[in-house]
């Protein structure tokens, strides 16, 4: 079994609660999918993704930033908490971010017509 690690450069402009929420939204998951056909995260797709700087400046950053921390808090008072809405939060800010419109929404989270 391999394991990696991914380790941020100590850059105070990272906010690395901003930086996990992207990471673990739909939008990141369907692009790492459909650029490297990957379902687990891989040292090569990470360094593939389109990380947008603007997402760690102003209000964005703050909102990426409490809604992450409200998950982690939810799961570590209880690892069963269902935390879908503010996962939901997540992939709408991060399809903001990104300017994707809903037709493009849709094909990431597979509604599509």
Same mark, same amino acid.
């Given at each position: 079994?391999?394991?990696?690690? $991914?380790?941020?450069?100590?850059?105070?402009?990272?906010? $690395?609660?901003?930086?996990?929420?992207?990471?673990?939204?739909?939008?990141?998951?369907?692009?790492?999918?459909?650029?490297?056909?990957?379902?687990?995260?891989?040292?090569?797709?990470?360094?593939?993704?389109?990380?947008?700087?603007?997402?760690?400046?102003?209000?964005?950053?703050?909102?990426?930033?409490?809604?992450?921390?409200?998950?982690?808090?939810?799961?570590?008072?209880?690892?069963?908490?269902?935390?879908?809405?503010?996962?939901?939060?997540?992939?709408?800010?991060?399809?903001?971010?990104?300017?994707?419109?809903?037709?493009?929404?849709?094909?990431?989270?597979?509604?599509?017509?």
């Amino acid at each position: 079994m391999n394991v990696f690690s $991914l380790l941020p450069r100590t850059d105070p402009k990272i906010d $690395l609660f901003v930086l996990l929420a992207i990471l673990n939204s739909r939008f990141m998951n369907w692009f790492l999918k459909l650029d490297y056909g990957l379902h687990t995260w891989v040292i090569t797709g990470v360094l593939g993704l389109p990380i947008k700087v603007a997402a760690f400046n102003g209000n964005k950053a703050v909102a990426l930033r409490g809604l992450s921390q409200s998950v982690i808090a939810a799961k570590q008072a209880n690892p069963a908490a269902d935390t879908s809405a503010l996962e939901r939060e997540i992939d709408q800010q991060v399809y903001a971010l990104y300017g994707l419109t809903p037709e493009e929404i849709a094909i990431v989270e597979g509604t599509e017509k």
